[in-house]
């Protein structure tokens, strides 16, 4: 274990409601050093057929050495303030490597040039410091200042309402496409295999500092605006008596410069509670997918784009893609 300072390039220690993080570049020349991103990858996802590579080609794949990869890790102070790095500690972590855009130019000019950013992570018993946008924040000063790069791209699932918001509203991310079922078989903790993986094409532009204007919904939550209505129903979920937003009507060819699309408030919670043999309860969340993949295909191909993501300042907190007509429909 290898108590830190914090002040070394590729270092940085942030205080987050009273407790000390350190953000670091992995830099280990040590193949067993990489096995703790794994260990946590898989303590979230919980999907141990899906795998990082072995310790000996993450470590070959690190920048710092012979690839293109980069990974950070996100330590914990221990109950006495010190700061070390270890696989105990590690609370967080982001993986990601660099490629290009255009296929046929390949790598033969530096503007072709993107990072792509695989996995963001954070342990469960420490999502409530905010580590997720802090992690994209870290990423975003290496790409942008160590491998020279000024695009990042990721997907997210796009019923997921707390990177949807990190994503879209707070870093102004770009989506470039909706993608259907893009990861196959793929299961565990935030995935369920009867409904089907889509997922958010994403760039980040880090040339451009984005500042969104305040969000306020209270002109625009009417029928005329809002194309999927929901109700609240009442259900025997996995874990007993819950309420969840089911889709009552959507209205995909509305005809609108501005148009809300609504999303339920915690969808990874939505999948675990409706996981149970009711199929009338097991089909809320695939109504969600199969009903917003219309939306998003359809008003994507209208030539809408999404310039927002906004919530409601009344409680239940409702969620909405903000999705403005301001193109020609895509072919």
């Known amino acids: 274990m290898k108590k830190i300072s914090g002040n070394r390039p590729g270092e940085k220690i942030v205080i987050l409601k009273g407790r000390r993080f350190l953000f670091r570049v992995e830099d280990s020349d040590a193949p067993a050093d990489y096995l703790k991103y794994e260990e946590l990858r898989n303590a ?43 696989g105990e500690r590690l609370v967080g972590f982001s993986y990601g490597f660099a490629g290009y855009k255009d ?33 994209k924040e870290f990423q975003r000063d290496q790409v942008r200042d160590v491998f020279g790069l000024d695009t990042i791209t990721c997907t997210y699932d796009p019923l997921t309402a707390v990177n949807a918001y990190r994503n879209i509203r707070h870093f102004g991310m770009d989506v470039l496409a ?108 695939v109504d969600w997918r199969m009903k917003t993949r219309q939306v998003f295909q359809t008003l994507l191909g209208k030539g809408y784009e999404v310039s927002d993501f906004c919530l409601t300042k009344s409680t239940p907190r409702r969620y909405f893609y903000v999705l403005e007509r301001t193109g020609a429909p895509k072919t």
């Open 44 to 86: 979230v996802w919980r999907y141990p057929q899906d795998s990082l590579p072995g310790g000996r080609n993450m470590m070959c794949e690190n920048f710092l050495h012979d690839g293109s990869s980069l990974y950070i890790g996100v330590f914990a102070e221990d109950e006495h303030g010190v700061l070390a790095v270890s």
């Open 103 to 135: 296929k046929e130019l390949g790598f033969r000019t530096p503007d072709n040039l993107q990072f792509y950013s695989q996995y963001n992570a954070v342990r469960e018993d420490y999502r409530g410091f905010h580590l997720g946008i802090e992690i």
């Open 178 to 285: 909706y993608r259907t079922d893009i990861y196959g078989e793929f299961g565990g903790l935030l995935n369920r295999l009867d409904v089907p993986r889509d997922r958010l094409f994403i760039s980040w532009d880090l040339k451009k500092e984005r500042r969104r204007p305040e969000c306020d919904l209270r002109n625009w939550l009417g029928p005329e605006h809002c194309v999927i209505e929901i109700d609240r129903v009442k259900v025997c979920g996995k874990s007993g008596p819950t309420e969840l937003e089911a889709i009552r009507e959507v209205r995909p060819a509305m005809d609108r410069d501005l148009l809300l699309v609504e999303i339920p408030a915690d969808f990874y919670l939505m999948l675990q509670e409706t996981d149970v043999e009711d199929e009338n309860v097991r089909r809320i969340p």
